[in-house]
């Protein structure tokens, strides 16, 4: 499924500010097929909340799937969310 450029950059920046005042860190980042990966950590009640907002954006079919697995941190993201491109 193909989603205009605005509507993309709409739901990236509603989901970093979700982060941002859920106190989450970590990193979404773009891939070379169009799909992003977000790597998050945080308190699981926190964690759980951003995983719904994504829910709310697959419901609203402004995502098109997402997967959840929890992860081995590799790096230390803390204090941030960033989105790379």
Do not use: C, W
Request: proline share 1%; aromatic share 8%; net charge negative.
């Amino acid at each position: 499924m193909s989603y205009p450029h605005t509507e993309v950059q709409m739901v990236r920046q509603a989901l970093e500010q979700q982060a941002r005042d859920l106190g989450i860190e970590g990193v979404m980042r773009r891939r070379e097929d169009s799909s992003y990966d977000i790597i998050i950590s945080g308190a699981k009640e926190r964690v759980d909340t951003f995983i719904e907002a994504i829910a709310h954006y697959k419901d609203e079919n402004k995502v098109s799937a997402f997967e959840v697995e929890a992860a081995v941190k590799e790096r230390d993201y803390r204090g941030v969310f960033r989105v790379i491109e």
